[in-house]
C-alpha cells in the first residue's frame, strides 16, 4: 500500500500505539503484502528506511481495524491468495495519510501480535 495523500511527515522515534496491518498468509506465515518476505509473530521488525521523495519508507498500518477489513476486503476479492488482518504494535511514526481514504500511519519498527481467540 502507499499512502495517495501525506498529512504529516515526522521522526517521533518515542511514539507508541497500536495499529492494524493487512498481511498474505503463504505456508502459514506472514508475507509482506508488496515487499514480500515473512513477517515473524512476536518479534519487533525494524523497517529499512531507504528514503522516498514524499514520505519515509515504513511499515503502513491502519489506525482502525475497520479501515484495515475494507483493505482486507478488496484483497480478498481481487488478488490471488489468502489475506488476513492482524494488530500489531508501533513505535516511532514516519508519516500518516491516507490510501483510499483510510487512515494510515507509517512506523519504524512493529510487533505481530498474537491473534486473540474469543469475544
Known sequence: MCLTEVTLTT?????EG???KVFEVVNKKFKGEYYGGIRKEG?????????SED???GFHLYQTRREARHWLSYCNRHRDGKYIVRKAKFRGILAEGRDNCR???VVKEMLILPQQTGG
Open 11 to 15: 521522526r517521533d522515534r518515542k511514539q
Open 18 to 20: 497500536f495499529g492494524w
Open 43 to 51: 518479534v519487533w521488525l525494524k523497517s529499512k528506511d531507504d528514503g
Open 55 to 57: 514520505y519515509p519508507l
Open 103 to 105: 487512515r494510515v500511519i
